[in-house]
T-cell receptor, first 111, second 115 residues
Framework: KQEVTQIPAALSVPEGENLVLNCSFT??????LQWFRQDPGKGLTSLLL?????REQTSGRLNASLDKSSGRSTLYIAASQPGDSATYLC??????????FGTGTRLTVIP | ETGVTQSPTHLIKTRGQQVTLRCSSQ?????VSWYQQALGQGPQFIFQ???????GRGNFPPRFSGLQFPNYSSELNVNALELDDSALYLCASSGAGTGGTYEQYFGPGTRLTVT
């Protein structure tokens, strides 16, 4: 069964700092990996999707990488802002259309 | 183009009761997936519907059931509610049920509290 782990569970950084969030998964047979943002009590906002054949995706200040063989992905956030404060979730999709989520990293950016 | 919508926003039910949650897919999407997110946890996959048929199911008991309608909107039904069913229920739509390459777009969720 696929297991997704996110480290750290919580992170607090000063505004302007660059940061990296980590995601690992146990079964490398995935179709894609998605990074989401979730504000407290709200739904999920998709940030980046990386297909299994891709190595990275970029959107603005966000860059996500995927190393399928080692079961790892990172989300890099450049020049963090207080508005980036949220929980970040990664999820991997398998061939049976299941989307497996990690428990998230709760990010706080201090002004 | 409208996004994924869910109703109701919040719901309080008593143990043993039944509940129906609703989801409207994003325009042009024919696949709907449902997830349960307990407090402090990541979402857990319940099941997926593609063209009105169940197309995959997670580790949830049969008292969790669903429907998808011809307009691709969907319902999640939970019978015999238990206290542990208290969670945020998320619906996501995507462009196709087969193949894993399509991005899922999530609704705002329904917060269910079982007392």
């Amino acid at each position: 069964k696929q297991e997704v782990t996110q480290i750290p569970a919580a992170l607090s950084v000063p505004e302007g700092e660059n940061l990296v969030l980590n995601c690992s998964f146990t079964d490398s047979a995935i179709y894609n990996l998605q990074w989401f943002r979730q504000d407290p009590g709200k739904g999920l906002t998709s940030l980046l999707l990386i297909q299994s054949s891709q190595r990275e995706q970029t959107s603005g200040r966000l860059n996500a990488s995927l190393d399928k063989s080692s079961g790892r992905s990172t989300l890099y956030i450049a020049a963090s802002q207080p508005g980036d404060s949220a929980t970040y979730l990664c999820a991997v999709k398998d061939g049976a259309n299941n989307l497996f989520f990690g428990t998230g990293t709760r990010l706080t950016v201090i002004p | 183009e409208t996004g994924v919508t869910q109703s109701p926003t919040h719901l309080i039910k008593t143990r043993g009761q039944q509940v129906t949650l609703r989801c409207s897919s994003q325009s042009g999407h024919n696949t709907v997936s449902w997830y349960q997110q307990a407090l402090g946890q990541g979402p857990q996959f319940i099941f997926q519907y593609y063209r009105e048929e169940e197309n995959g199911r997670g580790n949830f008991p049969p008292r969790f059931s669903g429907l998808q309608f011809p307009n691709y909107s969907s319902e999640l039904n939970v019978n015999a509610l238990e206290l542990d069913d208290s969670a945020l229920y998320l619906c996501a739509s995507s462009g196709a049920g087969t193949g894993g390459t399509y991005e899922q777009y999530f609704g705002p969720g329904t917060r269910l509290t079982v007392t």
